[in-house]
């Protein structure tokens, strides 16, 4: 099998799939030239993540990521959640077959994408180098 | 059910190619080089091979050169042709973008070597006109070589109007027939073809050989060098075992190329009008002359791996030619061929039936395939855009 029972499980079932209406930050990720775009909607109420969605165009393992990383968010802090590594998501997947990191790399950068928005749209300071810069990545350009 | 439908990859080997293999491993075991009669009864069998393979291509036996698949094949005719074209100071190669990586690949080494490669347009419909080849050789193009039918999208060359060009033009013509024979009839001298390459498993020989024919008259160039087997052109002791069921399997197809094909164009066609009606698909590849085996659809707002993965558990063993299929973040040559942008091509689907799959099977990838896609567009953020109207659809 190509990938752990993890990632087939959240695959197969992903979990908190959908959008959220009004959300207090929406981030999307990625292009449709890579193949994956990950969008992450959430809402935040006293600085805890109550609800986070997602939808996710892409192979299984970006959707088990996108998938898997919404559970590990859920009731969690801003700052928590902000925190939340690509390695991690590996982790908690089982891991991820070598071509499949940038899957979760992903999951992690449209997290912060979308705190990223919840920060904007509410005025809140907060330092801009902690966030990935989607306009000057090249990572789809290296292969 | 688990329905197979991804003969285009591989097949499965047929009762009589594993029957015309298995006196070879133990009781017919010599080396048909050897002077001795044990040696000289393999060879014997050798030759009846070799006898099939012509009788079947349309060519003498002598003019069958056996490798170890498809890939050498091509790897073999083409280096062959470049050879003979340098010593003429010809070094002008004619193929097409959409072909298999074991000619693109080759041509991009002479490419490296000197050689000017021109890749003919592959239209939409993923075909390659004699017209396109007629204008692009020049006086010094000293190969053209042109795949007989596309293993994904599945359309079939004019290989015969392309043949006669080359002939006219005194051009050698190569043609990578890896997903044809045995599923078309095939004459090489009838159809102008100068060199072909086959590959036995893909019409239920075993893997792991093929043949290379080449008209009388073409100085072949060693791929492999060594011992002095197949005219001294292919070193290394001839796989007698594979040949002799590649021989057998091949003799089978032909004969039932008809039967077969009147199956496979009722199943095949069955399935390509089921899947037009998921909203926002298209049909890849010419929708006539095309592989009666062949049906391969983009289907909008999806990715492909994850619609295999989820086809798999449904039991529909298929293939696509997205990036993540691929081993690259680039979705298949052939789709960028023929012009499908990234949207789409990412979210590709190949079935490709064999006479061995049945109606009961079409009716359950019908039943499977719409609810896939499906499940997928609703978890997709770029089929959300499209519903919403924040993006455009690509395929109407």
Known sequence: MLYSKTVMDHFTNPRNVGTIDGADGVGEVGNVKCGDIMKIYLKIEDNIIKDVKFETFGCGSAIAASSISTEMIMGKSVEEALALTNKEVVEALGGLPAPKIHCSVLAEEAIKAAIKDYYDKNGIEYDKTQFPDCANCDHCDHH | ?396
């Open chain 2, 1 to 396: 059910m688990r329905v197979y439908a991804d003969n285009a990859a591989t097949t499965r080997m047929s009762e009589v190619a594993i029957k015309a293999m298995m006196p070879y491993m133990s009781e017919v075991y010599g080396n048909p080089s050897s002077l001795h009669s044990i040696g000289q009864e393999a060879k014997e069998h050798l030759d009846n091979a070799r006898a099939i393979m012509a009788k079947n291509l349309g060519c003498e036996p002598f003019e069958i050169i056996f490798t170890s698949g498809g890939s050498e094949a091509d790897n073999q005719a083409i280096v062959s042709a470049a050879t003979i074209g340098a010593r003429k100071n010809k070094k002008h190669i004619i193929s097409t973008a959409f072909e298999h990586h074991a000619v693109l690949h080759t041509l991009k080494k002479l490419e490296k070597q000197g050689y000017e490669v021109e890749l003919l347009d592959v239209h939409e419909n993923g075909m390659v006109t004699a017209q396109q080849v007629k204008n692009a050789i020049r006086e010094d193009t000293c190969l053209v070589t042109i795949m007989y039918a596309n293993n994904e999208i599945g359309s079939v060359m004019p290989i015969k109007e392309i043949g006669a060009v080359c002939k006219e033009k005194g051009v050698l013509f190569h043609t990578d027939a890896v997903q044809a024979a045995g599923h078309i009839k095939i004459d090489v001298k009838e159809q102008n073809i100068d060199m072909l390459s086959l590959s036995a498993h893909k019409f239920h020989g075993p893997k792991g050989v093929g043949a290379l024919y080449v008209r009388r008259g073409i100085m072949l160039s060693n791929i492999i060098e060594g011992g002095a087997q197949e005219r001294g052109k292919r070193a290394g002791t001839e796989n007698i075992p594979a040949i002799m069921g590649m021989a057998a399997a091949f003799e089978d197809a032909c004969n039932n190329i008809d039967a077969h094909t009147e199956k496979l164009l009722k199943m095949r066609d069955r399935l390509i009008e089921g899947l037009s009606k998921i909203p926002h698909s298209v049909l890849n590849g010419d929708r006539e002359s095309r592989l009666a085996g062949n049906v391969h659809f983009c289907f909008e707002g999806i990715e492909g791996e994850a619609l295999l993965l989820l086809l798999d558990i449904q039991g529909v063993c298929a293939s696509s030619g997205s990036a993540c299929t691929s081993g690259s973040l680039d979705p298949s040559h052939v789709l960028m061929a023929i012009g499908r942008p990234h949207d789409i091509a990412h979210g590709s689907l190949r079935l490709s039936l064999s006479a061995e799959n049945t109606e009961e099977e079409v009716d359950h990838i019908l039943a499977v395939v719409p609810k896939v896609v499906a499940q997928l567009r609703n978890m997709s953020p770029v089929w959300r855009d499209l519903q919403e109207g924040r993006r455009e659809y690509v395929i109407q």
